[in-house]
């Protein structure tokens, strides 16, 4: 199917190229005046050039979210902060098309899926958040010390950093500014250099939505610079980092000078098992979309298959089918069902793992390849790919491929395949499809990992709690548990001596 042309908007964001970086409530280049160039993965096509800000404009940031944080962000009355947040939302829903056109663009996302899930799940995050403010209760403790009263205050912790990959920018983004914001913190995005303009031009939404100057600042450029230099600065109080887990460790290390707040959300290699009694008319495109959806480069992709082996021949014969019947196109095209690979160092990472499987001896069933002919030698497409007789201990079944490959295992028992499951560093997220009852709730909860979906697969909400195990990380966002990590709690005891 033709690309239709983009949505006006788009095209008028784009031409606002060269993009700059938002401090202060005010788009500014860099203090070196560096850029650097987004590519469409889709096609090669150049989209914009892009601020690539340096450690003196981190500094320039923390500055101005600090003034902001002392200046009255944290002292708004918590309707006011609600309203300004609500308002920021609407205007997210309102240009929701756009937005979804942007990322496909930018990080190579089929539109149908940025459409339909990224850009209402953005607004819908920044929905949820907005009502917290005024909700956000302490409590009176009852201690055991006569003549005292003691309650909780919940204080926001200060200037945020928040570090975001290139995968899903939209909904990591404002998975973790909402929240920070409701709780009265300042906040200083760094999205992903290969997924930045959506979140560019929700940093002009919110300037339009009223957020007054500071508040909220985006900063675009290498992470090995301006994300180390987050992570290390005395003027941070916390970040909120979703990545690799290298990436992670690098974080822990330089945080350690002034003691701040972690969440670390890192890399995966979820099991998803299907069970003989599973309804398979389900779990079979359940299983498909897990592991294939958005390419693969999701973190929570259904990375590892178990399949009871009563069903194994079967659930792979028509896994294979649905495979060779995907269509891998152009990010912008309505019918695209896989899109392309971000870059071209993330498409050798993952030709490399499947050349590790076949070296490992894994029988390649489907895929393999990168595309080259016509169209698709202008970007990163590789076909879905399929292996059996893997091996636990295999390269392909440890680390993390983050592209469209699949290993399939057998499995006898449910002992045997909740070990095989849990044998792994990560533990971010499991998918099971099973219709008995009580092994879907023995299996959920024998499963090392932080979110755990039966007959179903890659929900989330703002209700819901997210975040991993193990080397997937600690800490969390959504819940009650990410309003929790943006806050610190005071005791203020009061003496009330007998009159
Ligand atoms: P990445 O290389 O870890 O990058 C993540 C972010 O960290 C980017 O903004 C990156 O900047 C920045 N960064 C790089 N070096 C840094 C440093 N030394 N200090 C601070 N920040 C630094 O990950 P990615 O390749 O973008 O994304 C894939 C990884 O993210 C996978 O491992 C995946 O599992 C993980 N992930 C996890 C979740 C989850 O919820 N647990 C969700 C999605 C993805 P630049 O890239 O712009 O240089
Ligand atoms: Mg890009």
Redesign the pocket.
């Given at each position: 199917m033709p690309i239709p042309p983009l949505h006006p908007d788009t095209q008028a964001f784009l031409a606002r190229s060269p993009h700059k970086l938002l401090i202060d409530g005010a788009w500014t280049p860099a203090a070196s005046g560096a850029t650097y160039t987004s590519i469409s993965p889709s096609d090669g096509s150049v989209l914009a050039e892009l601020a690539s800000a340096g450690v003196e404009d981190v500094d320039r940031a923390v500055a101005a979210a600090r003034r902001a944080f002392e200046n009255g962000w944290a002292d708004l009355l918590p309707r006011e902060r609600e309203r300004l947040l609500r308002r920021w939302a609407d205007l997210i829903a309102a240009h929701a098309d756009e937005l979804a056109e942007l990322e496909s663009l930018d990080n190579g996302k089929p539109i149908h899926h940025t459409r339909t899930i990224d850009s209402r799940v953005a607004a819908n995050l920044v929905y949820h958040f907005a009502g917290w403010p005024s909700k956000m209760v302490g409590y009176t403790a009852p201690v055991s010390i006569p003549n005292h009263f003691v309650y909780t205050r919940r204080e926001p912790v200060g200037v945020a950093g928040i570090?975001?990959?290139?995968?899903?920018p939209l909904i990591?983004g404002m998975q973790k500014v909402s929240p920070a914001l409701a709780c009265g913190n300042t906040v200083i995005l760094?999205?992903?250099?290969?997924a930045?303009l959506p979140l560019l031009r929700l940093g002009e939404l919110a300037l339009e939505a009223g957020l007054p100057p500071g508040v909220f600042n985006v900063i675009?450029?290498?992470?090995?610079?301006?994300?180390?230099a987050?992570?290390e600065h005395p003027g941070i109080n916390k970040i909120q980092?979703?990545?690799?887990?290298?990436?992670?460790r690098?974080?822990i290390r330089?945080s350690a000078g002034n003691l701040k707040r972690l969440a670390l959300?890192?890399?995966?290699k979820a099991p998803n098992i299907i069970f003989p009694d599973a309804n398979l008319d389900e779990a079979i495109p359940g299983a498909f979309r897990a592991a294939f959806g958005n390419t693969g480069?999701?973190?929570?992709a259904g990375a590892r298959l178990f399949v009871h082996v009563s069903i194994f021949d079967m659930v792979l014969d028509t896994l294979v089918t649905m495979a060779k019947e995907a269509r891998i196109g152009h990010a912008l095209d309505p019918d695209t069902e896989l899109g392309p690979i971000?870059d071209a160092v993330?498409t050798k990472t993952i030709l490399d793992y499947i050349q590790s499987g076949i070296e490992e001896g894994a029988t390649l069933v489907l895929g393999g390849r990168r595309l080259s002919d016509g169209d698709y030698g202008k970007g990163f497409y590789i076909e879905p790919t399929i292996f059996t007789d893997v091996r636990d201990d295999m390269v392909i079944s440890r680390e993390?491929i983050?592209g469209p490959v699949l290993p399939v295992y057998a499995f006898e028992t449910e002992a045997e395949v909740i070990a095989r499951a849990n044998d792994t560093e990560y533990g971010?997220a499991a998918g099971i499809w099973t219709n008995d009852l009580a092994r879907a709730h023995r299996v959920a909860a024998g499963i090392k990992a932080g979110v755990v979906w039966v007959n179903t697969y890659d929900l989330f909400d703002g209700a819901a709690p997210?975040?991993?195990f193990k080397g997937?990380?600690y800490g969390r966002?959504n819940g009650l548990e990410v309003l929790e990590a943006y806050t610190e709690v005071k005791s203020v005891w009061i003496a009330t001596p007998e009159a």
């Open positions: 570090i975001i990959p290139w995968n899903y990591h760094k999205p992903a250099q290969l930045s675009t450029g290498r992470g090995s610079v301006i994300g180390q987050m992570a980092v979703t990545g690799s887990t290298a990436v992670g690098s974080v330089a959300e890192l890399g995966s480069q999701s973190c929570v971000v993330q993390e983050f971010l997210f975040g991993g997937s990380g966002d």
